[in-house]
């Protein structure tokens, strides 16, 4: 049976996968609604809140959900260890997403752009997004799938293939915004589409990785309950 310290590392971490993944289903929602309380309205993407006065609200919570996953290496190695070598450069690619903001909001001081300019600092944020989204897909693909049941495997394919597909719509998104016909370039901008993209695969993620956690927890719980049931046996059979 797990000591008492293992129990508490145990809820720690089942703490901290929960804190996440609730961040991630509410994140969206509190851009949205402080910026209706700022004036700003719904921006374009996400990335633009930066250059908002709800900037400390992104990156706090980009940096949150940075740390958390740069730390989540399971205690005691159960089926979620599989995760554990992806899931700290996830979080390094969040860190990178609000440390270097995007080329949005010229007359926005940050230390990446006072070092490395404006250009590269929004090269820095793509490059993160990237692998910060592609991480998250992997996982949600790949990992999260080994050893659960069928009902959370397809949830997790269908979060990792949502957050996939939005990374790459988000994209084109963007891009026609920037170069596209005048029409399109409306369209994208008078429905917010790049941000409301955006906000699937973040509500997505946090939604993996609630799941997970009651996965997992459930798997330890049957776990110890095993073991409960065989030491009451071994103590009470009689020996032969």
């Known amino acids: 049976m797990p000591n008492d310290l293992t129990l508490e590392l145990l809820q720690a971490h089942h703490r901290c996968r929960q804190t996440l993944g609730y961040l991630g289903l509410a994140l969206p929602m509190l851009l ?6 700022s004036d700003v309205g719904v921006l374009p993407s996400v990335s633009d809140y930066y250059h908002s006065a709800l900037r400390d609200l992104l990156v ?12 989540q290496v399971h205690p005691l190695r159960l ?15 969040a860190l990178g997403v609000a440390l270097f903001p995007n080329e949005s909001g010229a007359g926005t001081h ?13 090269m820095g944020h793509y490059l993160s997004a990237i692998l910060f989204l592609a991480g998250l897909a992997y996982l949600c693909l790949i990992r999260f799938p080994i050893g659960a049941p069928a009902w959370a495997s397809l949830l997790f394919r269908g ?27 409306q369209f994208v901008l008078r ?3 790049v941000f409301w993209i955006e906000a699937m695969g973040i ?8 799941v997970k956690d ?17 030491h009451f046996r071994s103590r009470w059979e009689p020996s032969q």
């Open 60 to 71: 706090g919570a980009l940096f949150a959900t940075g740390i958390v996953l740069c730390t």
């Open 110 to 122: 940050s230390l990446t752009r006072t070092l490395i300019g404006v250009k590269p600092a929004a």
């Open 203 to 210: 509500w997505a993620f946090g939604l993996s990785w609630l």
């Open 32 to 37: 949205v609604f402080g910026g209706i309380m």
């Open 79 to 93: 089926a979620s260890s599989a995760d554990s070598a992806l899931v700290p450069v996830a979080g390094v690619a």
């Open 191 to 193: 429905h917010n589409l």
């Open 159 to 185: 979060c990792g293939w949502l957050i996939l597909c939005g990374g790459v719509l988000a994209t084109l998104a963007s891009v026609t915004k920037l170069v596209g016909p005048e029409a399109a370039q």
């Open 214 to 230: 009651h996965c997992d927890m459930a798997t330890l719980q049957t776990s110890r309950a095993d073991q409960s049931s065989r």
